[in-house]
């Protein structure tokens, strides 16, 4: 940690911030500027509040040199977290594993198709939606704990592992018996409250990259999960906000590089979100193998019975096949396994 | 709603969407256009829902024109909504009312302290963090339970009602009984699940704007705790996330009068989260009443013991002071009652 | 300027660093922290290249500590830059400026007319677009060197100094010649062949802040004109570029005070651009001046035969007298002449 | 185009605006809901100025439908452009083509020395930066015309066609008889003027995103160089501007299959300037490539002298020749030709 001191602080002013410093067990270099003077911070700087350094007047800013999380970081933990769930394996070199499902839970006929045709085509576990976070409190909020019962009935006949999100502190018991990964949803990112309960939670947790959180913040956030116990978090990058309207998101598939050099756990991506667009997801899809993420979480959609989508926005069975293939080809090339 | 047809859609699948529509009993007008067909929903397409639209294959775009909110409108309720606690009264014409005090709640003393020096310089009500969102889990969390009992102690001598943050649903019980205003903040503004256990609640709530969230979902956040059955919500604007660095956050201020053109909740600012800097709290305030806001919340910080912060960053209470004297001036000369 | 080191990086290569500033005559500090040594670069830094130091493979990171302008920097030039044109007096301490006229130069009567109605009310100097940037290549591109000549004649007439835009760089000797400000658009902002030919010109510099600039790059794109020989370079604030569709762009009104501290140029506000709707020009304006501005540049449109616009969503002559007095009765008790 | 007219217009004002709609020749259809009254304007709304419609005070909001830009729409123009420029094709299916060199040029050894690497590993063009776009007057700005003398003896010695940018009007002339490709900055995507020159043009245009253009405003930046005259036009994504800081700028490849849907033109990936980082260049190379692009531009540095930058942060030589050799053959399996 880098502390410059405001244009002409006066020496006893400099000595009472170094005093501060030394009290915490640090030692100090000076570094004498023409304009600013520059103390650095040596020792183990992680238990130094920046703000607090910044309520003195005589500070102009506080540069962090270290990371500020532990725990998800690489720096001590080299080797890759792999997370095994079903046959699919998060994080093993050279594995993509792909989770698809529908966006909403709405009908057992509808889970169970949808289960048994990505089941088919690849996917190693089913996604779908119960607890449904809405911006409209007028908007349907999902079928709730009907909806997980409907997941259970998918996974008994399909043998996938079930993916759904949570949405309240009060539901984390009910998730750990019934659910196999608890996803945490891009709104709830910093929901600390839901987080601390998350750490002391027995699944794994796929915590999805809020909409205007830094990689830092998202990683910050798993360490949340990671500080409470429980080591097994897939992150998930789902898109940013932008200035850009034509996509719903900005996906940051950069972040998928940079996650994988900051931190040992592994990173999907969800191509159904960010875009917001069918005839995105494939070519996104692709991109994201492509650029080293772990894998995919997809929305299939399947409605045999309403005329209205008959051509869904979201992949149909058949589309979602397609794209496992080409991902089965595209990886066989370069090393990686569906 | 208006909904576009892609570009060469069939006669048939453009009769599809038209029954679908007119099945959730509604008009439809047809607009035949070069290239594109426009059909023009007619009547209450509140419960429309626009993705359901877009999974229809056929559909380019959902455009909607009417606002989704209703309750939190003032197209439905004209006169603007004035929360009275203590001395203040928010939202009403020609009122400003300040709110200050401590970011974290430290001990007793630096919360009397602070609280009656912020009331001779005429805040009318006290803040203070008890339980604190920090973006670390090793971050000094708050005073917790302890913190209330401590704003309720400051209450008690000085009269000023006390407004302090909510982080849990665990916890509505706890502050509706002790709080005078429950504040959400920026991090759990779409906590939904929070939000509807406030929306039972029978205190008044100060909700922040997230940080990358738009003004409609901030109404929409409203709308929920309003739809619960809590009329009180007070709107603050507490800076958004963008790519300038310079400030913490960029202070939106033009989103003071475009949500009170919408809506009839009063909207206050909070400049002191912002910018992050002690010395741009005293324009933004200036600004903040002159693009006409309901009023402040400011951090004033009393740390008369630690050599560290003796010219602390936040207000200390001669700068509070001598702010409130200069709103107070520029205020009568506008009509306007600090 | 401080140079972190990788962690692990070898004693020797750290060398190669330390002698490659050494010969750009530069002392260095050595920083050896638990995980990254840090290197605190003292003496004149202002040519040194941080992307040039990144290129060493052992290079973590370069934190620059001073900042990169000097010739628009307050620290060198503590008084305030005053631009003094006609009776505006831009910088000039308590002294609020207003430039005001219509968006595009479409006629002589309507340039005239609008012209003789802002200066009664108090307007200092006109404002009209003669070259226009437009975002599509079809749309009416201004009425070029015609619209300098009708904003001339009403010069003439009313004796208000002239402000218009200047796309190109063949442009200058003519606008050199005949205009009062030369003002440059947001688009062109970092046009840096147009920036180094308005440093050799005689005439003031009104510089927009670019739609996705940093202050810090803004304050560099007026170093260019400063550095160039021209030192009257008056700011415009007007809207970066966010993901809030609700206002065209966000007005960054905590950027006043920033550039107030940094510089000693002045800075005005356009409330027109930034917004995009006429209602919000007032609020914006009384903010704009309790943030501490210097002044605005206000859009007021004139059009009394056509019957489209006889509510133009500009500001028709009345709506701007009104602004005008509500500023000055504003002012007054804040001690701002207008 | 629809236009929504605010709630409770009067008939008679809707009739005006009704009329001048009718008087530009067009057709319109009236849907009255609830509250508003919507207008479908039919017939080629291309010419029609929402913002004109925007000054009548009755109009809420005008929502375009058709895409402004004609040109470079694939609407009108459903095969692929294919620009051909020495071994290189832009825009032919199923191939992808890789422009590669220094940043700046420097002297004729080092451009001599690189552009045979590249060529070795398979490089199409050689790029480089002889007039180079700094925020900082203070920085070095290029060796200018004898930068462009330097990649002309490259050229002569590889037969690799050159690629430069351009920053002036003044330049055209020069650059359209030296230059193979004249590339146009992200800071000049909306320097209208140079762009006009550009479309009088012979030569392709690389056309660069702005750091915050939207797709839209890119699409129309390259039909002001098409209705000019010059159809062609490479597009290059390099980036946009978020609140992000660990990259540079968020490499936004949703855009790719956004482009090749909306427009005929080819769209390449600068995977160097996006991220800022030399290690992030060949995962996002790899997935510009899975995501549909026509090709790259990559900086390659080659320095064999300076001791500084033996480890470039630019890819070296040998970085290089692995990178293009994982594009061959992870493009082998998918079927495109590097």
């Known amino acids: 940690m880098v502390v410059i001191m405001k244009p002409k602080t006066k020496e006893e ?6 005093s501060y410093i030394r009290d915490m067990g640090l030692d100090v270099m000076v570094n004498k500027g023409v304009n600013y003077t520059v103390l650095g911070l040596l020792g183990d700087t992680s238990r130094v ?9 005589h500070v102009d800013r506080v540069m962090r040199i270290e990371e500020p999380f532990k725990k998800v970081s690489r720096k001590f933990h080299p080797e890759n977290t792999v997370i ?37 085509s690849g996917a190693k576990l089913l996604r779908g939606g119960a607890f449904k976070p809405r911006t409209s409190p007028y908007s349907f909020q999902g079928l709730e704990l009907r909806g997980i019962e409907i997941l259970k009935a998918a996974r008994e006949e399909t043998g996938l592992p079930i993916v ?48 205007s959180s830094t990689i830092e913040e998202w ?25 850009e309207t034509y996509t719903r998101n900005t996906l940051d598939l950069s972040a998928i590089p940079a996650v994988k050099k900051l931190s040992h756990l592994p990173v999907i991506v969800d191509p159904s979100h960010s ?34 989508c008959d051509g869904a926005q ?14 089965r080809t595209m990886g066989k090339n370069i090393g990686i396994n569906v």
Chains 1, 2, 3, 4 share one sequence.
């Not at 994080?91 to 289960?115: L, M, R, W, Y």
């Open 219 to 243: 990683l910050m956030s798993a360490e949340y999960i990671l500080a409470g116990g429980n080591q097994n978090v897939i992150l998930c990058e789902r898109g940013i906000r932008t200035f």
């Open 84 to 120: 095994k769930i079903g046959e699919a394996e998060f994080g093993k070199k050279n594995t993509f594993s792909v989770i698809a499902g529908p966006c909403s839970v709405e009908s057992d006929a509808q889970v169970k198709e949808t289960a048994e045709a990505v089941k088919k």
């Open 164 to 211: 759904t999100e949570i949405m309240s502190p009060y539901m984390v018991e009910e998730f750990e018996r019934d659910v196999d990964i608890i996803q945490v949803g891009a709104r709830n990112m910093q929901n600390f409250d839901l987080l601390k309960e998350l750490g002391k939670c027995s699944k794994p947790i796929l915590l999805k990259r809020g909409l």
């Open 49 to 57: 509040d920046p703000d607090t350094l910044m309520l003195n007047v």
């Open 314 to 327: 979201s992949l149909n069975p058949k589309q979602f096949e397609d794209l496992m293939n080409k991902l």
């Open 13 to 18: 002013d400099i000595e009472t911030v170094i």
């Open 275 to 308: 875009a917001g667009m069918s005839w995105m997801v494939e070519p996104l899809s692709m991109a994201a193998m492509a650029v080293g993420a772990d894998g995919l979480i997809v929305e299939v959609h399947n409605c045999p019975e309403k005329a209205l």
